[in-house]
């Protein structure tokens, strides 16, 4: 893996963690989610730290380049990550249809009993 391959991993990698940090404090971040990232920034500066560990894992897996390893470890993480965020959205889909339905139910509800003590 490059010099400028390194340098410019850990560069962005604290630059995104600052990020991260700063959008905790202003409350516009949850601290699960923070998580992932610092956890994923901290595994690629370990990676860029040490140029052995990409390499041993590329000849492992039978992949040319260190870095190609390294582009393709971030996209399986990236769809990892998707996926799971694509699970939270359809279980919040699920329960905002649920709670739209039951506050229409006790709407409903509601205005039959009103119309009932009026008669």
């Given amino acids: 893996m490059s010099l400028t391959l390194r340098i410019s991993l850990i560069v962005v990698c604290v630059l ?6 700063r959008r905790i ?19 690629l500066v370990i990676i860029s ?11 492992l897996l039978g992949i040319r380049s260190p870095s190609n390893f390294v582009f393709l470890a971030v996209i399986f993480v990236v ?8 699970l939270e ?12 339905q039951n506050v229409a139910i006790r709407e409903k509800e509601l205005e039959d009993a009103e119309k009932g003590e009026e008669s």
């Fill in 25 to 43: 404090r202003r409350a516009q971040m949850e601290i699960e989610d923070a998580i992932y990232w610092i956890f994923a920034s901290t595994a």
């Fill in 49 to 59: 730290i040490f140029p052995q560990i990409p390499d041993f894992l590329s000849h």
């Fill in 79 to 86: 769809i990892v990550k998707l996926f799971s965020l694509s």
């Fill in 16 to 21: 995104a963690c600052l990020y991260v940090l």
């Fill in 89 to 100: 959205v359809s279980y919040l889909k699920q329960k905002l249809k649920s709670t739209i």
